[in-house]
Nanobody, 122 residues
């Protein structure tokens, strides 16, 4: 079974920084896109940042210039460096990855991490 294990969430002051990580474990043949989403109370889950296997990235406008997504393919891990955090960034952050466990799998598995609570508050 493939699992995504997240870490790095917590409580931080406005203007502070956190670094989230998400490691894929289990039977993994290949990983395509790795992505971070977040969901604030009462709101839909939204895309924060994504990165493809080759390194190309995209970001939500609300986090551009403050967040950086990266990945270590050798470790099957994606990171989200979060700087200049604002109260509006408060949410549960989820990593997502498209993973093929076996070379004969017909499609990628859409896998989700367990979620990390990030709270930005004074």
């Amino acid at each position: 079974q493939v699992q995504l294990v997240e870490s790095g969430g917590g409580l931080v002051l406005p203007g502070g920084s956190l670094r989230l990580s998400c490691a894929a474990t289990g039977s993994i043949f290949s990983i395509n896109t790795m992505t971070w989403y977040r969901q604030a109370p009462g709101k839909e889950r939204e895309l924060v940042a994504g990165i493809i296997s080759g390194g190309s990235t995209n970001y939500a406008n609300s986090v551009k210039g403050r967040f950086t997504i990266s990945r270590d393919n050798a470790k099957n891990t994606v990171y989200l460096q979060m700087n200049s955090l604002k109260p509006e960034d408060t949410a549960v952050y989820y990593c997502n990855a498209l993973i093929r466990s076996q070379p004969n799998d017909p499609a990628y598995q859409n896998s989700w991490g367990q979620g990390n609570q990030v709270t930005v508050s004074s």
